[in-house]
């Protein structure tokens, strides 16, 4: 008992609709975090859940015998697990965060306190993944955005994830607002470490909703604004093609145009050609202001290290 | 013969009672369960002398405030400390207020404001406004002494201490106090200023108690390192901290909304689990003193420190001196707009039964149209 580390952790915990999965949860958090710190805090973030969840979570820290202090943030209506986590976020304490996404437990409880082992070894961020992807859409999500991200960690499924207090402020400080967490972290510039567990995600679902993935994808990589550039690039060079036909078949072709083709065609691919430059610079501009807006930091830092 | 006055509860609100009537040549009684005066909240507070800040959702506390703050900084100039800076901030997440809302009710209530970069006191994107504000403290103990002098020389007020009030009844156009000494004194005009006690008292001569919520409350002691130590901070408005000069003592006190209470109690009269282990030194008829009390709660020093310190920059550091505990009770009526209103309620009249609730310092002023 008296070897406990002084250090302060939080374990943020989303409220779902998980009814049944509480106790045995709670019980070897607790269990573990206690064993280890001295002090440790509770944080739920009710987010609408209606199923019983919470009244179990009361029920369990009513019962224990020296809880820690807990905290319940009611969400007032349903916003998913981004929003309630930033919440959560926002309203732990301690020096380590942890972010359990669900209270379901497909890996070995062991690995709660790895991951702090892994984090205390420099690693800022910890994630915890199956070593089986899971789901169609979210492995093409991640495939798609693992290829367009620059970050040197590949995003995939996790379970849970620890965050150093620096990690926390790191991405407060890098981006306005934390629209996907997993990328944020990603994309925070800090040491990241992903520890792997046999098995699938199990019973721990996928909160990703198509528009976050789309809206990720905008905000952490450039794919967006690649591939609508790439569009508008290919109209513009296809009008200039049609644009260079109309001018050949009207100088040079063997017999006239009928009356009236060569002015429409001039008028269609001269207008849709200037559409489509007006359109390619305006789409620069939009992923310039999305980038300053977003972004309010303009360059990453690991670490910095002195040599002499 | 029958005193002028009998007064329940030698908090500053007691002693400022029996001082006013006193000078005014009234017989006065002053009965206190504690052997000492200022044993309790007066003491056990963050020694703010509030200036109106602290209300952000209630104009009409704020603007009151305001108006005391000037008399009692002139009246009891000799335990004020004013030469320090106070710093009010609105965090970034979690607060009923922001930085723009702020300084708009700050204006509204005329009070200044001026607004510096969060960045000098705080982490990056943990508060959203920072204020330069005019605030001060006051010491609890020059403050007991100097009312002690000045009530010395009142040959006509008596101060009895280790005198709890065990019965008040009726007789004629009298009341009668019984004290655990068993004695018997008599008053056409009772003054109830027992503060976290004043439902107790009122349960003793049978009037209705104030509707209150009862809150088990730890104020620590620290002691700030350099950077801080000319600062207080506050953080508003939600479950933030505070951190701020204690008086004249040199240290600093450090509170927080979810950490300072420990316990609650929605009953009429305080009742805590933790009474049960007082031995039968306290009851919730019988309040005892939280700050001497061997059960008191363990400290919440490891999370109210951890919760500072993730808002304040690293420079500002503070070292754990000790805590004190004492019950504040809270109108129930003032949990959604965080007033603080001072209740003044004249429940009899021939003979007068008054009693007096109030949280702040600097309103112990509405007593005199009472006195």
């Known amino acids: ?195 792997v567990f046999p098995g699938s995600a199990g019973r721990a679902v996928e909160h990703l909703r198509f528009s976050r993935a789309v809206s990720s994808l905008a905000l952490y990589t450039d794919v967006g604004s690649r591939v609508s550039l790439a569009i508008a690039f290919i109209m513009l060079a296809l009008m200039l093609v049609a644009l260079v036909y109309t001018l050949v078949v009207f100088f040079a072709g063997a017999q006239a145009p009928a009356e009236g083709w060569t002015t429409t065609m001039l008028l269609l691919t001269g207008g849709f050609f200037g559409v489509f430059l007006i359109m390619s610079i305006v789409l620069r501009y939009l992923s310039l202001l999305v980038e300053l807006i977003f972004r309010k930091q303009s360059y990453l830092v690991e670490s910095v290290e002195r040599l002499v | 013969m029958p005193y002028d006055k009998i007064i329940i509860g030698a908090g500053l609100y007691g002693l400022y009672a029996a001082r006013f009537c006193g000078r005014q040549g009234q017989r006065v009684l002053l009965l206190e369960k504690d052997a000492v005066p200022f044993s309790r909240a007066t003491t056990i507070n963050q020694a703010r002398v509030h200036m109106g800040y602290h209300y952000p959702r209630s104009l009409s506390t704020a603007l009151g405030t305001r108006d005391y703050f000037e008399r009692f900084v002139d009246d009891f100039a000799y335990c004020i400390k004013a030469d320090f800076q106070q710093v009010y901030a609105t965090s970034a997440h979690f607060s009923w207020t922001n930085a723009t809302e702020f300084k708009r009710f700050c204006n509204a209530a005329n009070i200044p404001c001026d607004e510096i970069s969060p960045d000098k006191y705080f982490k990056p994107g943990l508060c959203d406004g920072a204020f330069i504000t005019r605030e001060y403290t006051y010491d609890a103990v020059l403050l007991r002494r100097q009312l002690l002098d000045d009530l010395a020389v009142l040959p006509n007020v008596q101060l009895r201490f280790s005198a709890g009030v065990t019965g008040i009844e009726q007789s004629g156009g009298h009341w009668v106090v019984h004290t655990a ?51 207080g901070i506050t953080v508003m408005d939600g479950p933030f901290f505070s951190i701020m000069p204690f008086g004249r003592t040199g240290m600093h006190s450090l509170t927080s909304v979810t950490f300072t209470p420990h316990l609650s109690s929605r009953e009429k009269l305080p009742a805590f689990p933790c009474q049960a282990k007082s031995g039968g030194a306290c009851t919730p008829e019988n309040l005892a003193n939280c700050n001497d009390c061997a059960a008191r709660p363990q400290s919440a020093w490891p999370s109210m420190s951890q919760l500072a310190r993730k808002y304040l920059r690293e420079e500002y550091d503070f070292v754990l001196k000790g805590s004190l505990f004492s019950m504040k009770p809270v109108l129930k009526a003032s949990e959604v707009d965080d007033s603080r209103p001072t209740l003044v309620r004249v429940l009899q009249e021939g003979p007068t039964f008054v009693s007096v609730l109030s949280g702040k310092i600097s309103t112990v002023y509405d007593l005199e149209e009472v006195l």
């Not at chain 1, 809880?67 to 943030?73: G, S, Y």
């Open chain 1, 1 to 195: 008992m008296e070897n406990r580390e002084k250090n302060y952790v939080s374990a943020v915990v989303y409220l779902g609709n998980e009814a049944g999965c509480a106790a045995p949860f709670l019980a070897e958090l607790c269990g573990r975090l206690a064993e280890r710190f001295e002090q440790y805090e509770l944080v739920f973030v009710n987010d609408a859940s209606g199923d019983g969840t919470e009244a179990e979570v009361r029920r369990f820290i009513d019962e224990m015998d020296a809880p820690p202090p807990v905290t319940l943030i009611h969400l007032s209506l349903r916003q998913g697990v981004e929003a309630a986590m930033n919440a959560g976020l926002d309203m732990a304490v301690g020096d380590f965060v942890w972010e359990f996404d669900t209270m379901a437990m497909p890996y070995p409880p062991e690995m709660i306190l790895k991951a702090y082992d892994a984090c205390i070894e420099g690693h800022d961020i910890v994630s915890v993944s199956p070593s089986k992807n899971r789901g169609a859409g979210a492995g093409l999500f991640y495939r798609l955005f693992n290829s367009a991200s620059r970050s040197p960690y590949p995003l995939r499924t996790d379970v849970f994830r620890l965050l150093s207090r620096r990690a926390i402020n790191r991405v407060r400080s890098v981006t306005a607002s934390t629209p996907y967490r997993k990328a944020a972290y990603a994309a925070s510039g800090l040491s990241m470490k992903q520890l």
């Open chain 2, 181 to 231: 000494a068993g004695e018997r004194e008599q008053t056409a005009y009772l003054l109830n200023t027992a503060y976290a006690g004043v439902n107790e008292v009122n349960a003793l001569a049978g009037f209705e108690p104030f509707s209150i919520k009862y809150e088990l409350c730890e104020m620590i002691l620290c002691e700030a390192d350099h950077a801080l130590e000319g600062v």
